[in-house]
């Protein structure tokens, strides 16, 4: 019997990976011409971190974890999210202690949610993360590079950004009890979750899916109404950064997020284009997390892309990536022509600058080695035989065009292929 993949867990087969590998590079000059640096963090870390961080409370670490006992006895869990081990790497580290720093990520996370398209088992994200900083430029700054993401692919007609805030700790205390309150009133119409959620996180009530829940939210009491001075500053500064910087918003009053680490500003990057699975991005601020876990206290936010579904989005509206041929086939026949041949590919290969040589391996007359070299696409097959070893040439074919062929002196082979192909000598 066959052994399958784990359900939610997807391979990348080689006609996908071109474009994967555009976008990753595309992110990665994106986010380097902001002026941020890569962090590498490890896939699996103590469950306690991601228990502490996320929450206790949260559908994440209730019930999607991919959590074990490894053999001595460490309670491990694989990353579900990034911004966890983030921070604990950092503090780990001392490289935020009173310090700025500008950090992406990217890399797999894991969740056991229920598959379907868009939302899989193991998942790739693009992340953020800012130390340092409090007001509400960095937050403006994310989202205008997020922002320059979509428009490079040319998808930004297809998300909106969704924004709320939290407010401080605080005014979210104040506030849960009085939504408490008004949930305990209306007890009869809350479903089973919302009912468990109402004493133990109630705010996540608001982002209930449930009908009779949603219509009965209307009239409950807002968090907005909750908030100080310095949240009004925080959230209304923001709004004049993105004005001026010509990004749209609405304004979410439900939106919480599924994590309890944030406060402020928290934003969610919503398409048309998936159906149920239409966040490609969602972060916000957190800036009580990296005390929390233990490091000075610093302020901090960041956001992640969901790669899976951002390039959904990208090949919705046509992106697509193809590998291109090698340019240049190799065949040989007899054995010395056959352990030349390898010295030759390898001297090819230090000498023109991007060249994709392949070598014919195994046996096989010229014939059906002609046969693969024109199915590898290439543009020029070699041809090397012990008859023009001997004379220190080698056959040159075009494959392309006319089918010529011509003979060309084994030193003089680096200048014509770099010219044939248009490439550079090294
Ligand atoms: P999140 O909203 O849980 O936030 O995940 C970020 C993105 O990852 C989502 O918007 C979505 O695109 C993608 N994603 C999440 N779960 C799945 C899944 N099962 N399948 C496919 N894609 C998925 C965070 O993880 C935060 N750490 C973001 C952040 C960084 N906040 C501050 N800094």
Not at 204 to 220: G, H, P, W
Not at 388 to 397: D, F, P, Q, R, W
């Amino acid at each position: 019997m066959k052994i399958q993949a784990i359900t939610g867990m997807k391979d990348l087969l080689p006609e996908e990976t071109p474009l994967w590998e555009k976008v990753e590079g595309v992110l990665r000059e994106t986010v380097e011409s902001y002026g941020y640096s890569e962090i590498r963090m490890p896939i699996l870390e103590k469950t306690d971190l991601f228990v502490r961080s996320i929450g206790e409370v949260t559908d994440v670490v209730e019930k999607e974890m991919y959590s074990f006992e490894d053999v001595g006895g460490d309670k491990l869990s694989l990353r579900p999210e990034g911004t966890a081990g983030c921070v604990r790497a950092c503090n780990e580290h001392g490289i935020i202690h009173n310090q700025e720093r500008r950090l992406w990520y990217m890399g797999p996370m894991f969740r056991h949610e229920k598959p379907q398209k868009g939302r899989y088992r193991e998942f790739h994200q693009f992340g953020i993360e800012v130390f340092g900083l409090k007001g509400p430029d960095i937050d403006a700054e994310i989202l205008m590079l997020t922002n320059r993401i979509w428009q490079k692919f040319g998808i930004s007609d297809h998300v909106k950004l969704e924004l709320n805030s939290l407010g401080s700790s605080e005014e979210r205390k104040q506030y849960r009890s009085k939504l408490v309150s008004f949930l305990e009133e209306h007890k009869d119409v809350l479903d089973e979750d919302s009912k468990r959620r109402m004493y133990t996180n109630p705010l996540r009530v608001l982002d209930s899916k449930n009908e009779a829940v949603q219509e009965l939210l209307k009239d409950a009491p807002k968090l907005s109404d909750f908030f100080g001075e310095e949240t009004l500053a925080h959230f209304n500064g923001l709004r004049k950064l993105l004005d001026e910087a010509g990004i749209h918003y609405e304004i979410n009053d439900r939106l919480v997020r599924g994590l309890d680490y944030y406060n402020y500003t928290v934003f969610e990057w919503v398409t048309d284009l998936l159906g149920a699975q239409s966040t490609i991005c969602g972060g916000g601020r957190y800036d009580g997390l990296v005390e929390q876990l233990g490091g000075q206290p610093s302020p901090a936010v960041g956001c992640a892309i969901g790669l899976e579904r951002f390039m959904l989005v990208a090949e919705a509206v046509g992106q697509k990536e193809s590998r291109g041929p090698v340019d240049v086939y190799f065949c040989s026949m007899g054995e010395n022509a056959r352990s030349r041949s390898f010295q030759i590919a390898e001297q090819l290969r230090t000498g023109i600058k991007g060249l994709r040589l392949m070598m014919n391996c195994g046996d096989g007359a010229f014939k059906k080695q002609f046969k693969k070299a024109d199915k590898s696409g290439a543009r020029y097959a070699l041809v090397l035989g012990d008859d023009e070893l001997e004379k220190g040439m080698i056959a040159v074919k075009d494959l392309r065009n006319d089918g010529s062929q011509q003979e060309v002196a084994i030193g003089d082979l680096p200048g014509f292929l770099s010219s044939a192909l248009s490439l550079d000598q090294d």
